[in-house]
């Protein structure tokens, strides 16, 4: 479970979108405590998150839940050794506000801090679990603003197989299930309401699926939705609706699965690890787990609460940075207020 080498006890912290997460992680005993708080309640009422209100619910809830963490783990600040914050990519108010905090606990406390990739961390997630993947594996990045395929041959050295080439598969999730008129999020809302679905009433085109290359495309699959919610008519019943829900899932997890399959055939690797927030999904993961028995490729997916966002996958990847000496030196530089005639003249 543990990184051999020096003990460090790193605080993570990630504020990247809509929830704020912590965790501390110990590259001796593994992970010690973490905490999640979901901003659900605050951006429901507007179908999607709202920037500005999810920067302000940051600031509320990241020092309560830092307290709270470390208080679970049964340390002070002064235990930490480092502290990882997520950098990007994500909203930059949001961002900000981990950033913010996260650099000025490293300076007060005198510690390093690191600035984490949102989606190194979740690459990194799975190697929490026991058995940890080895390297090389091909890794399906699949959350709401991202899908690709990546080959990952150590901690840092990633080549890009593939991509989305417009919505993330999550996004398109989520803008089905609003179409659907399902609440937000709408991706775990969605794929409830297919279990009520039945097979075969409609079929979905499985997008760049016949022709070579490892990229992905959602954007039609959401459009597809909505031709044939138009064309099912005005008033459409319960059932209609969870039939093109089950007909969504199965055209998008169809098109993963098709270029998992194409990925690892093409690197020879034989280990799958699959991360980020529709790794939750259990369609998704029932299809890969028959493509690896079929293969007999090794699959890891992170346990179901380090699939979505967490404090405790930049906690873990922050820790294999700081373990090499890494960390930042960056300075935050926002001025939301900024007296014009302050500037220092030039020439
Ligand atoms: O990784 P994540 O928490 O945040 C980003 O980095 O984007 O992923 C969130 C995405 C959302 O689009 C959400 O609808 C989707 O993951 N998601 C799911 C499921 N659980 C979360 N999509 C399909 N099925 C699920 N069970
Ligand atoms: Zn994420």
Known sequence: ??????????????????????????????????????????????????????????????????????AAASLSL?????????????????????AGIGRALAWSLGVPAVAVHHMEGHLLAPMLEDPRPDFPFVALLVSGGHTMLVQVDAVGRYRILGESVDDAVGEAFDKTAKLLGLPYPGGPELARLAEKGRAGVYRFPRPMTNRPGLDFSYSGLKTFALNTLQ??????????RADIALAF?????????????????????RSLVVAGGVSANRCLRAALGQLARQQRIALYFPRLEFCTDNGAMIAYAGSLRLAQGQS??????????????????VG
């Open 328 to 345: 930042e030196q960056a300075v935050i530089d926002a001025r939301p207020r900024w007296q014009l005639d302050s500037l220092a003249p």
């Open 78 to 98: 002064a235990d930490l050794d480092g502290i990882a914050y997520t950098a990007g990519p994500g909203l930059i108010g949001a961002l900000m506000v981990g």
């Open 231 to 240: 064309e099912a008519g005005a008033d459409v019943d319960e059932q209609t």
């Open 249 to 269: 899932q199965e055209a998008a997890v169809d098109s993963l699965v098709i270029k998992c399959r194409r990925a690892l055939q093409q690197t020879g690797i």
């Open 1 to 70: 479970m543990t990184d051999s080498g020096k003990k460090l006890r790193v605080l993570g912290i990630e504020t990247s979108c809509d929830e704020t997460g912590v965790a501390v992680y110990d590259t001796v005993s593994g992970l010690l405590a973490h905490r999640l708080y979901s901003q659900i309640q605050v951006h429901a009422r507007y179908g999607g998150v709202v920037p500005e209100l999810a920067s302000r619910d940051h600031v509320r809830k990241t020092l309560p839940l830092i307290r709270q963490t470390l």
